[in-house]
Each structure stands twice: as structure tokens, then as C-alpha cells.
């Protein structure tokens, strides 16, 4: 199933600190710059434990490339968009995730 990079926050840790090191360990890749403010915010349950709720703080992030290393906690990167993710299996937070983005709050342009 696809799932977002990134992981929990290390103890003393801030996600400015923590993002660059999760990003790395699980894609190989650098980061080069992160938003000083998270563009997301949202809790979701999972499916199979309905007692937990996790909360995912989003940050936009720049990378000084996009050649992916595989890891055992990520295998491949692709771009999901609500245009086309019916063609992923999608864990119900990515799948909230589509459902919430929005182009305006973002810095980069494509």
C-alpha cells in the first residue's frame, strides 16, 4: 500500500530537524529546504484499531533532486493526485490527504 514519508518525531526533536533525516533514511534523498508553517494538519483513524487516532502535520519540503534510493521502509515514489488515485491502494490517510489538497497552500508553482 502507498503511505507518506516521514515518521514520528524523535524526542527533542522539531520537524526541522527530523524531516531531513526521516526523508533520507527511507528515500535517499536531501533536503534542502522546509516551510517554516505545516500546510496540513489532520487526525485519522486506522481501519483495524479504532481506539488510536494519529495526527499527521504536513510541511512542504525542497529536495535537491528526485533520485530515489529504495530502502526496506520505502520501495518506490509516485505522484498521486485525485485525478489519479482510484489507480493506487491507498492508506486511509493518503487517501484523506488527496481529498484535502489544495494547490493555494502552497508556495511552489508548477
Not at 524523535?10 to 527511507?26: F, K, M, Q, S, V
Not at 516551510?35 to 512542504?60: G, M, R, W
Request: aromatic share 12%.
Amino acid at each position: 500500500m502507498w503511505e507518506l514519508p516521514g515518521g514520528g518525531l524523535d524526542w527533542g526533536e522539531t520537524p526541522h530537524t527530523d524531516l531531513p533525516r526521516e526523508i533520507a533514511e527511507e528515500m535517499g534523498l536531501k533536503t534542502t529546504s522546509i516551510a517554516d508553517h505545516p500546510s496540513y494538519f489532520f487526525t485519522c483513524t486506522p481501519e483495524d484499531n479504532q481506539l488510536i487516532k494519529y495526527a499527521y502535520v504536513l510541511y512542504e519540503t525542497t529536495l535537491e533532486s528526485l533520485n530515489f534510493t529504495p530502502s526496506e521502509e520505502c520501495i518506490a515514489v509516485d505522484w498521486i493526485n485525485k485525478e489519479n488515485a482510484g489507480e493506487f491502494d491507498l492508506f486511509p490517510n493518503v487517501e484523506l490527504f488527496v481529498d484535502l489538497f489544495d494547490p493555494k497552500r502552497h508556495t511552489h508553482k508548477s
